[in-house]
């Protein structure tokens, strides 16, 4: 089955305690991207990636980071956490940069202590 | 960054009932997406259009692209109580990244 899929759901942590939510997607899709979900504020980028090695900074990229170094993966590093970065966070991917459907994963609920 | 309009901000109807809410943008896009988003949940691709003027139907949702590719709009027919959840709507030019609206919240009442 296509799919974008991020790990874990559901996070609970410390401010401090750095930390990885995993994304994957196995389409073959050469973008992807990170979103954080904050009511009121509705989706906001945080980072994407137009292909292996490839990444650049979205609208809120401050306390995060990214590396792309398979097709595939698109991890979202937070180094350290702090309670202002407590969202939903979702990946999503496209067949092709700049063009195309784009597909979003399950989403991970992050709550930082 | 840039956020795209939609009306209504939330909306309350009666099972059975037909809907209709609407996307604006400020800017030109090349494509309109439509998403159905259930608490907790990732935004569900319902409907992509690609060319203005372009009418879509997937079930008893219709979305139409906007001959001024300035808005779209999405229709849902015979609402049901699965259909209840945040309809919002993203837009893109080639190239850039996607615009996404604030969405609009669907209630269905039996």
């Given at each position: 089955e296509a799919?974008v899929?991020?790990n874990p759901?559901?996070?609970i942590?410390?401010?401090?305690?750095?930390l990885?939510v995993?994304c994957?997607q196995?389409m073959?899709?050469?973008y992807m991207s990170?979103?954080r979900?904050?009511?009121?504020l509705?989706?906001r980028q945080?980072?994407y990636?137009?292909?292996?090695?490839?990444?650049d900074?979205?609208?809120v990229p401050e306390?995060?980071k990214?590396?792309r170094?398979?097709?595939?993966n698109?991890p979202?590093?937070?180094e350290?956490p702090?309670p202002?970065?407590?969202s939903?966070?979702?990946?999503?991917?496209?067949?092709?940069?700049?063009f195309?459907?784009q597909?979003?994963?399950?989403?991970?609920?992050l709550?930082?202590? | 960054?840039?956020?795209?309009?939609?009306?209504?901000q939330?909306?309350?109807?009666q099972?059975?009932?037909?809907v209709s809410?609407?996307?604006?943008?400020?800017?030109?896009?090349?494509t309109?997406?439509?998403y159905k988003?259930?608490?907790?949940?990732?935004?569900?691709?319902l409907?992509?259009l690609?060319?203005a003027?372009e009418l879509t139907?997937n079930g008893?949702?219709?979305?139409?692209f906007g001959?001024?590719?300035k808005?779209?709009?999405?229709?849902?027919?015979?609402?049901?109580?699965s259909?209840?959840?945040?309809y919002?709507?993203?837009?893109?030019i080639?190239?850039q990244n996607?615009?996404?609206g604030?969405g609009?919240?669907?209630?269905v009442l039996?």
């Open positions: 799919q899929t991020q759901r559901y996070l942590t410390v401010t401090g305690k750095k990885t995993t994957s196995n073959n899709h050469e990170w979103y979900q904050d009511p009121g509705g989706l945080i980072y990636s137009m292909n292996v090695e490839v990444t900074k979205g609208d306390g995060y990214v590396s170094k398979e097709k595939r698109f979202l590093i937070l350290s702090s202002n970065q407590t939903l966070y979702f990946c999503a991917s496209t067949p092709w940069t700049g195309g459907e597909y979003f994963g399950p989403g991970t609920r709550t930082v202590t | 960054g840039q956020q795209l309009n939609q009306s209504p939330s909306m309350f109807i099972e059975g009932e037909d809410m609407n996307c604006t943008s400020s800017s030109i896009f090349n309109w997406l439509w988003q259930d608490p907790g949940e990732g935004p569900v691709l409907i992509a690609y060319k003027g139907s008893r949702l219709t979305a139409q001959i001024t590719r808005d779209s709009f999405l229709n849902i027919s015979a609402s049901i109580p259909d209840v959840g945040i919002f709507c993203a837009g893109q080639y190239g996607f615009v996404f604030p609009t919240r669907l209630s039996p």
